[in-house]
């Protein structure tokens, strides 16, 4: 059974930090790209970062560039994602996201919202 278990949301002021964790299990994982999205109530799913199959490679979405870091440890089966200096505007529910060909599975989601 594919599984994303995301982990690390919560409240935190403007300027503060969180780290998310995504927990894969059910599919290789290291032949899988994985990224992370938001959604923000009333906007479209958006790219937040994206991240190698070997983690050498990396790329954000520029509203988060320079604040945010993507990381993988292929070892534990897990991605995670950094977040700095965290916004009013990056209140959203943070999705995980692994695609390899046609097989895309997605996270349930969790919760960030910032707010002093």
């Known amino acids: 059974q594919v599984q994303l278990v995301e982990s690390g949301g919560g409240l935190v002021q403007p300027g503060g930090s969180l780290e998310f964790s995504c927990a894969a299990s059910g599919f290789t994982f290291w032949v899988y790209v994985m990224s992370w999205y938001r959604q923000a109530p009333g906007k479209e799913r958006e790219l937040v970062a994206t991240i190698s199959r070997t983690g050498s490679n990396s790329d954000y979405g520029d509203s988060v560039k320079g604040r945010f870091t993507i990381g993988r440890d292929n070892s534990k089966n897990t991605a995670y994602l950094q977040m700095n200096s965290l916004k009013f505007e990056d209140t959203a529910i943070y999705y995980c996201?692994?695609?390899?060909?046609?097989?895309?599975?997605w996270g349930q989601g969790t919760q960030v919202t910032v707010s002093s």
């Open positions: 996201n692994a695609v390899n060909g046609g097989n895309d599975y």
